[in-house]
C-alpha cells in the first residue's frame, strides 16, 4: 500500500534510502539543509519541502537522517520542527546514530501529541544504502515497529527489534565500538603486510574469509587499497559516535579503553584535515 512519506536529511545513505522509497511506489516528500542534494530525488519525482515542519504535513510516516544529535533535537523540536506539523497517529523513524536519552526525549514529546517515535539508527553504509541491504536497530513500541516492518524492509535486510525507546540507539552503540576499534585492526594489517612485502589484495583473499573476516575488511580494505577515502561514512561522525557511546559508557560505570583508543587516532586524522573523508582513511595514520 502506498504510504505519504517525508524524508529529512538526503546525504550520503539517506538518497539512496529515498530512491528505494520511490521505486516502491511511495509518495515522499524530502528536506535538505542544501537543497541541491535533494535535485536528483526531485527529478525522479520526489517533492520537495522548505523545513522539516512543512516536509510533514498530512504524512503517514517521518523518516530523518540528519548530522548530530543536536541536529536531531532542532528537527524534531525546533521552531520549524516535525513536531510542529506531524498529524495524530503518524509515526516518526529516526535513522540518525544519536544519543539514546535523546530518543527516550523524543519519545516522549511525540507521545505528548499522538505521535508515535522509534528509533532505528542502521549500519551498513553507504553500499548497504545503495543496494538495500542495511542492517536496522529498532526502538520503540513493538506493535508500531511491526506496523512499518514492511516500509523497513524497502531498504534493509536485518531488521531487528531492540526493544523501548533508546535501544535501537544502545544497540548502535555497540555497532560504533566494534567498528571504530576494528579498524585499527584492518588498518594496522595492511600497514604491516605493506611492510613485508606482501600482495595485499592476495592477503585479502585468505584471510577475509577466516576467522579474521569482518564488514570492513571485505569492504573498506579493498578500498584503502585503491586509495579510495571518500566516505560511506565520515571520519567525523565516527568521533562523533564514539563521543556518544564513551559518554555512556561512563553512565554506566564502564571503561572502554579501546575506544579511547580509537577516538584518539581519529581525532588526529581529523586534526589532519581527514574529517570529510571516511573511516578507512585511518590508514593514514599509519601510511603515507
Known sequence: MEKKIAFIGTGVMGASIVKHLLKAGHSVTVYNRTKSKTEELVSLGAKWASTPAEA????????????????????????????????????????????????????????????????????????????????IMVGGDHDIVQSIQSILETFGTNIVYQGEAGAGQHTKMCNQIVIASGMIGVCEAIAYGLKAGLTMEEVLKSISSGAAGSWSLSNLAPRILQGDLEPGFYIKHIIKDIGIAIDEAERMNLTLPGLQLAKELYVTLQEQGYGEKGTQALIKYYVE
Do not use: W
Open 56 to 135: 510533514s504535513v498530512d504524512k503517514d510516516i517521518i523518516f530523518t537522517m540528519v548530522g548530530y544529535p543536536k541536529d536531531v533535537e532542532e528537527v524534531y523540536c525546533g521552531k520549524e520542527g516535525i513536531l510542529q506539523e506531524a498529524a495524530p497517529g503518524s509515526i516518526v523513524v529516526d535513522m540518525t546514530t544519536s544519543e539514546p536519552t535523546l530518543a527516550k526525549k523524543i519519545y516522549k514529546r511525540a507521545k505528548e501529541n499522538g505521535i508515535h517515535s522509534i528509533d532505528a539508527p542502521v549500519s551498513g553504509g553507504d553500499i548497504g544504502a545503495k543496494n538495500g541491504t542495511l542492517s
